[in-house]
């Protein structure tokens, strides 16, 4: 989606937040049942972006709904073991998963016999925010801008770290090796902080290393970041140019989290979760972790998320299409 309709997104849901009448929270305990506990399911490993949103988010959750949320990691196959666990379980509106951009529009096409489509087996429920990677590699390697790691990888091929086909460090990394004609070869790790260690050893060229975590090691010196993913510099990174600064401006993907339910609950119930999830979303002790952590808390309105999510997964999967992006 581009990032114009991405802030009239954000500037509905905030017309919305006012507007909409939420339900009370007899209505969300009448809503899960007699169940006072939600189960969350983050299809990755712990510490990684999509397990630290998704802990922060089930604590304004619970407030919401009066209701425990409890986290559980159901990790493997680049996210399809655990949502596939949530599709498979009982569709009683008690089971949420948290999943991402590139595992709605990616895994797909890597995976193309995963036995749920997430087009038609998951319905959206609420947006928890987008995250931005940083190119990052190491300060003994000789590289100081983008230009010169573009010009060492036309001279010798390089190597890039990801977290498994189809997660934002490949999905990069392929889209920067696409753009500037680099030899690069991707090397896939279990989980980020594997991937770290080797970036911080120096045994890896490049990586897209997530915001959340990039910023310790560049401010560090430990990594040096070379250009970041979003439209404009981060505040926490004021001196890392953007890719489109550096003449990338298509590589315009916008990383977004959303929590989903099976496409088998309930109507009514999809509709009030969306609405709890909403208000959830607004929640300022959330807001102010995660964007202190690198996360925009952007948010789409409850009834406008199930159109983001199907025009901004067309939008990955005809990039990754052309990319000609496969499993590592």
């Known amino acids: 989606m581009h990032i114009s309709n991405r802030r009239k997104f954000v ?3 905030a017309i919305a937040s006012a507007a909409i009448a939420f339900p009370s ?3 969300m305990a009448q809503l899960i049942g007699d169940q006072s506990t939600i189960r969350l399911v983050v299809p990755f490993s712990a510490a990684g972006p999509t397990d630290f949103i998704a802990r922060l988010f089930a604590q304004a959750l619970t407030e919401e709904l009066k209701a425990t949320v409890v986290v559980e990691n159901k990790a493997g196959a680049s996210g399809n073991i655990g949502t ?8 009683e509106g008690t089971m949420l ?10 895994n797909p096409i890597l995976y193309p016999g ?6 038609k087996d998951l319905v959206p429920i609420g947006i928890t925010g987008s995250l931005s990677n940083v190119l990052v590699v190491h300060p003994d390697s000789g590289v100081k801008t983008i230009e010169d790691l573009i010009k060492k990888g036309k001279e010798k091929e390089l190597t890039f770290a990801t977290f498994g086909p189809g997660t934002s460090p490949h999905i990069y990394g392929e889209l920067l090796r696409g753009l500037t004609g680099i030899k690069a070869i991707p090397i896939a790790y279990k989980g980020s902080g594997n991937a770290k260690a080797d970036m ?4 890896i060229d490049f990586m897209f290393d997530s915001m959340t975590t990039a910023v310790t090691t560049v401010e560090g010196g430990q990594l040096v970041g070379l250009a970041i993913t979003s439209q404009e510099r981060s505040a926490l990174l ?9 003449g990338y401006g298509k590589s315009n993907l916008n990383f977004w989290f959303v929590l989903q339910a099976s496409a088998k609950t309930p109507p009514e119930t999809v509709k009030r979760l969306r609405l709890a999830v909403a208000r959830a979303a607004q929640n300022p002790a959330y807001r102010k972790g995660v964007a202190e952590r690198g996360v925009d808390p952007f948010t789409v309105p409850a009834d406008e998320v199930e159109r983001f999510v199907r025009e901004d997964t067309e939008v990955w999967r005809k990039a990754v299409v052309e990319m000609g992006i496969k499993a590592e």
Do not use: I, W
């Open 200 to 203: 911080l050893a120096g045994r």
């Open 11 to 13: 500037l509905s849901a």
């Open 25 to 27: 929270k007899a209505v």
């Open 114 to 119: 995963q036995r749920f489509d997430p087009v």
């Open 84 to 91: 596939q666990f949530v599709v498979d379980a009982p569709a």
């Open 97 to 106: 998963v948290h999943t991402t951009a590139a595992m709605q529009a990616v």
């Open 238 to 246: 004021p001196n890392v140019p953007t890719l489109k600064e550096k």
